[in-house]
């Protein structure tokens, strides 16, 4: 169980850009956060929190693709845009189209792999 000031010093490493400024943030010194850095609790749970704010991060981002997707078509087929930001847009596409087709087969392989173990 974290004490009160874990806690504290918990939420500022995870909001924070550095540890110096967590320290700064949550009242407790660099050294004592640094400390608490070391103990397999307090590790695990910075972990975990660290885990989470990715995966809201990779949602948000998620969640604009289809937006982003939208506004190089719209580019591309836009006969007033500049040449460049035109041939831009659609290499954009084909380069993010390409490397999605790549992961989802490399993800299926790899699962598949997983099954086999």
């Known amino acids: ?3 009160p000031n874990q806690r504290k010093a918990l939420a ?3 909001v924070c850009k550095s540890r110096a400024e967590a320290s700064r943030q949550c009242g407790l010194g660099l050294r004592t956060i640094q400390d608490y850095e070391k103990q397999p609790e307090f590790a695990e749970a910075l972990e975990r929190g660290r885990r989470e704010l990715l995966a809201d991060a990779a949602h948000r981002m998620a969640a604009g693709y289809s937006d982003t997707v939208d506004a190089l078509q719209e580019i591309v ?3 007033d845009t500049p040449d460049a930001s035109r041939v831009a847009a659609a290499r ?3 380069d993010y189209g390409l490397k999605f087709a790549e992961l989802t087969d490399i ?3 790899l699962d598949r792999l997983e099954g086999m173990l």
Do not use: I, W
């Open 92 to 94: 954009a596409l084909l």
């Open 1 to 3: 169980m974290l004490t």
């Open 107 to 109: 993800n299926k392989r």
């Open 77 to 79: 087929e836009n006969p």
């Open 12 to 14: 500022a490493l995870l």
